[in-house]
């Protein structure tokens, strides 16, 4: 996400499981990527504790079981190394994923990967991102904050943006009266199959594609928060365009498409 100038990275519950440990979505070839890492972190830290003056580097598997029950060994060293690397205060964890935020507030727009409840508010936004950056660092054990697991967690709450089932309008609508001057919350976690989209009257939307190929292999999208013109949602996808006829203004051109119907201070266009 880009703030202005700036970059932003979120943590979403795949980044939670990661440094928790959890990986039921993590593929062999994730698994040997890491240990193949893990082999040039460690030579590098052999090197380092050849120089005179250097403080020794840690053994990033100090505290790491030499076998799991029942994973086959050969996982076994992808799994330590994922684990080394990864878990709160690990290397990559450390010095990448310590800087992301779980909760983001920019102008009259709320940004968290799963969605709010009125009691994660109440809790206190920029203190979930201090605590969850705490964790991450190693300064407050090794499961994550309470608010980051189970379904109604900041990561995984689905009560806006499943598609199977109607949005909770009431209780976005509440959770949103609590956070002075937002209008909306935007989330990922629930792939939108039909792409970008708006429901509450624009108050939930919506951005999950499936990018991965893993996850739906969807096509590139962008939404576009701009102050003078408001919310415009960028597709590749031109059969977009045909499916949501409704969403287009009759003089739009192929190529890409602003799908948020024109309400408010929302704008259909198309970008040739």
Request: aromatic share 6%; with cysteine.
């Amino acid at each position: 996400m880009k703030d202005g100038g700036n970059f932003v990275t979120m943590n979403g519950n795949h980044e939670i499981m990661n440094i928790e440990g959890d990986f039921r979505y993590v593929t062999k070839l994730g698994l040997k990527e890491f240990e193949d890492w893990a082999y040039w972190y460690c030579l590098g830290n052999e090197m380092k504790s050849l120089c005179a003056g250097l403080e020794k580097p840690r053994n990033m598997y100090d505290g790491i079981p030499m076998n799991f029950r029942g994973v086959d060994s050969q996982i076994l060293h992808g799994i330590r190394a994922r684990i080394a690397a990864l878990r709160p205060n690990g290397p990559i964890a450390n010095k990448f994923l310590s800087k992301n935020v779980t909760v983001l507030v920019v102008g009259d727009s709320i940004f968290v990967h799963g969605g709010l409840l009125a009691r994660h508010v109440e809790y206190g936004l920029e203190r979930i991102n201090e605590e969850v950056r705490d964790w991450i660092n190693g300064l407050m054990g090794k499961a994550a904050p309470r608010y980051c697991r189970g379904r109604n967690a900041v990561v995984w709450l689905r009560k806006y943006s499943d598609v199977e089932k109607n949005c909770d309008c009431s209780m976005l609508e509440h959770v949103l009266s609590t956070v002075p001057g937002v209008k909306r919350m935007i989330m990922g976690h629930t792939i939108q199959v039909d792409g970008i989209n708006v429901v509450c009257n624009d108050r939930a939307v919506r951005i999950d594609v499936g990018l991965s190929k893993g996850c739906g292999d969807g096509l590139p999208e962008v939404l576009e928060i701009n102050q003078n013109s408001g919310l415009r949602v960028l597709t590749s996808n031109p059969l977009y365009q045909r499916k949501n006829k409704s969403y287009l203004n009759p003089d739009s051109k192929e190529g890409l498409g602003l799908l948020i119907p024109k309400s408010g201070s929302r704008q259909v266009e198309v970008k040739a």
